[in-house]
C-alpha cells in the first residue's frame, strides 16, 4: 500500500514509483507508442501539459533512470440518473515487456487508487483491456456510450 501518493516508493529490484518528471516525457511517450498506439504519446503531452492535470497526474516505475512502466489518472465527471459523481479514469497505462510480471501495473495501479480518494472521486471509471483490470477489483457497473455527446459553445 502506497501511504502518500506523491511520494517516491521503493519496489523490489531497486525499482522506484514515483511522479513523472520533465525528462521522463520523452521516455513515457516512446513506452506508450512502443506498446500501445502513437497518439497515446500525444494524448499523454496534452494531458501533463494542461494546467489542470499537469504532471502529476502521471506516475512511473524507473530502473536507475530508465522509465519501465507508467499509468495516469485523469480526472473525470461520472452522470448518473442526473447525479453528478467526482471520477478518476486510469489510462495510458504501459510497462516494458521484460518487466512484465513483477507487479508494476499492480504498484500503479494502487498509487492511482489512493490518488483518486485522496482527490475525492467517488468512482473508478476504466476503459480499456476487456477483463485483464478486473485483477484489480474493477467489475462491470454501467454502459459506457460508444459516442460521447459533446456540448457545443454558443
Known amino acids: 500500500m502506497i501511504k502518500n501518493c506523491s511520494a517516491a516508493v521503493s519496489l523490489p529490484g531497486g525499482l522506484v514509483l514515483r511522479q513523472a518528471r520533465p ?7 516512446a513506452l506508450l507508442s512502443a506498446r500501445g498506439e502513437p497518439d497515446d504519446a500525444v494524448d499523454h ?3 501533463v501539459t494542461d494546467p489542470d492535470a499537469g504532471l502529476s497526474a502521471c506516475a512511473v516505475v524507473v530502473d536507475g533512470d530508465r522509465v519501465v512502466s507508467t499509468a495516469t489518472l485523469l480526472d473525470e465527471e461520472v452522470h448518473i440518473g442526473g447525479i453528478r459523481l467526482p ?13 512484465e510480471g513483477r507487479g508494476l ?5 494502487n498509487w492511482a487508487h489512493e490518488r483518486s ?7 473508478q471509471a476504466m476503459i480499456g483491456i476487456p477483463y485483464f483490470y478486473r485483477l484489480f477489483g474493477y467489475e462491470y457497473a454501467i454502459d459506457v456510450p ?7 459553445l454558443p
Not at 525528462?23 to 511517450?29: R, S, Y
Open 23 to 29: 525528462a521522463d516525457l520523452d521516455q513515457i511517450g
Open 45 to 47: 503531452r496534452l494531458v
Open 87 to 99: 471520477a478518476g479514469q486510469v489510462e495510458l497505462v504501459a510497462t516494458e515487456s521484460e518487466y
Open 105 to 109: 501495473v499492480r504498484a500503479l495501479m
Open 117 to 123: 480518494a485522496a482527490s475525492g472521486h467517488l468512482v
Open 146 to 152: 460508444q459516442v460521447l455527446k459533446v456540448n457545443s
